[in-house]
């Protein structure tokens, strides 16, 4: 298993090499610049104009602007903001990244403990009324876009109800210990809730169809005619086989989190790594917009590689050494 981590790993480099030339042609091929904003004043003197270009590199030709900002990069040097001035991306990303990580892994929780047991217990008992009602919710799921989901959910359980705030990540600067806590879990129900709407639709079917193609197999039909148990032969045979699929999805969904929280952050005004994207392309804060793209395309690598891993740990046919 070591050896096929390192493996791995050593992989990431010329794929993320490929990554940043793909993420620096995009932003270098987009109309315009920073300092050709529709927000710029129109009183600035041409020649300032330039002379701003020139300090930020950006007559420099297209390899050389490559080259210095994947040479940063190397190191961990995200260069400076072009938006804000004085700041630099590292500092800008350190401050929003952890509002997200916490929103991805409160909605991707929610999507394992929702949607797994209701997907077995659909496969062990098909067409009754609480399958009928996971599938009903699994297609409604699936067909309501984040964005609508989230009014809804900020209209009646904000406005309506008022049982959890509408934006935010907490109420109120000084609070500290257990009191902070539920505050930050308040502030993380609304758009968790809304961002894993659609994941956890998905893994219903999933889990539901990979439970009832295994329960027919051969093998379940032998482990039945030896004596084994309903519960033995459900968890340890069953279930073991029909994570498979499900752990694939659990590689991309990481990634998939980050970047599918961009709408449900701006929806719900929540200061994460989605509205500081959306604020950068608005701005054409190139350096913030190439750092993030670098950060998601890290992140499902990394997913994938724990998916390999969690293979061999559901299934113990597979090996990787």
């Known amino acids: 298993m070591y050896k096929y981590i390192t493996r791995r790993v050593l992989q990431f480099i010329p ?60 190191v961990g040097d995200f260069g400076q903001s072009m938006q804000f001035t004085g700041r630099s991306v590292t500092e800008l990303i350190s401050t929003r990244i952890m509002n997200t990580l916490h929103l991805a892994i409160f909605s991707l929780a929610v999507t394992i403990l929702v949607a797994i047991p209701i997907g077995i217990y659909s496969a062990r008992k098909p067409y009754s009324v609480l399958d009928y009602s996971a599938t009903t ?57 809304t961002l894993g709407l659609s994941s956890t639709a998905v893994y219903m079917r999933y889990m539901r169809t990979e439970m009832l193609e295994i ?18 032969v459900l968890y340890k045979h069953t279930l073991r086989n029909a994570l498979i699929p499900i752990i694939t999805l659990l590689g991309f969904e990481f990634g998939t989190l980050l970047s599918g929280a961009v709408i449900t952050e701006a929806v719900f005004n929540y200061p994460g790594l989605g509205t500081l994207f959306l604020d950068s392309i608005s701005n054409r804060d190139y350096p913030v917009i190439m750092a993030i793209n670098l950060i998601l395309a890290v992140s499902i690598l990394i997913g994938n590689l724990l998916a390999d891993i969690g293979y061999a740990i559901v299934d113990p046919r597979i090996r990787y050494d």
Do not use: C
């Not at 300032?48 to 040479?71: F, H, K, M, T």
């Not at 990540?169 to 806590?181: D, H, I, K, N, P």
């Open 215 to 232: 329960m027919g197999s051969d093998f379940i039909r032998t482990a039945r005619a030896k004596g084994l148990g309903p519960r033995p």
């Open 137 to 193: 919710f699994a297609f409604l799921g699936l067909a309501t876009p984040n964005f609508f989901a989230a009014l809804i959910g900020i209209y009646v359980f904000s406005f309506q109800l008022g049982w959890f705030p509408s934006q935010g990540t907490v109420s109120t600067v000084g609070l500290t210990g257990f009191e902070y806590f539920v505050d930050k879990i308040r502030h993380l129900i609304l758009p968790g809730l």
């Open 15 to 74: 794929m993320l090499f490929v990554v940043t030339v793909v993420i620096f042609l995009l932003a270098y091929a987009a109309p315009g610049d920073p300092l050709s904003g529709e927000m710029l004043d129109p009183n600035i003197p041409h020649e300032v104009l330039e002379e701003r270009r020139e300090a930020l590199g950006l007559n420099d030709p297209i390899y050389v602007q490559y080259w210095n900002w994947l040479s940063s990069v190397a």
